[in-house]
């Protein structure tokens, strides 16, 4: 798989996959984004972590606005992915702590149960 990503990766510096990119930013970046976030902060593969942070060059470079905007929408959707996180963990420990309350009696465990959403904002 490693060796996939990087020819991959690779092709992004050719001169016509370039010019594709170019007229086709709009639509290409807010795709790609987020994987290119996440290789490029945490893939195993140094070679892959590399060529990402290239290939987000080459897009800060022709765009800088789309570019901070697909940053900034990435950053919401973390932030957005983060609480949703922290209130299913606190829901679950809420949880157990009721059942362990209820564990010797045959009463049953009945908890209300919201659940949050991730919603786009674009």
Not at 19 to 36: D, E, G, H, S, Y
Request: glycine share 2%.
């Amino acid at each position: 798989m490693q060796i996939v990503a990087e020819r991959a990766l690779y092709l992004w510096n050719n001169d016509h996959i370039e010019n594709l990119i170019r007229q086709n930013r709009k639509v290409i970046l807010p795709i790609i984004f987020p994987a290119l976030e996440k290789n490029g902060r945490n893939h195993w593969n140094q070679a892959v972590q590399s060529l990402t942070v290239n290939v987000r060059k080459i897009f800060a470079d022709i765009d800088p606005e789309l570019f901070e905007e697909c940053l900034r929408q990435f950053q919401e959707n973390e932030a957005k992915a983060e609480e949703i996180k922290t209130k299913q963990e606190v829901t679950w420990k809420r949880l157990e702590e009721i059942a362990a309350t209820k564990a010797t009696s045959s009463e049953a465990v009945l908890v209300p149960r919201a659940i949050p959403t991730l919603t786009s904002s674009g």
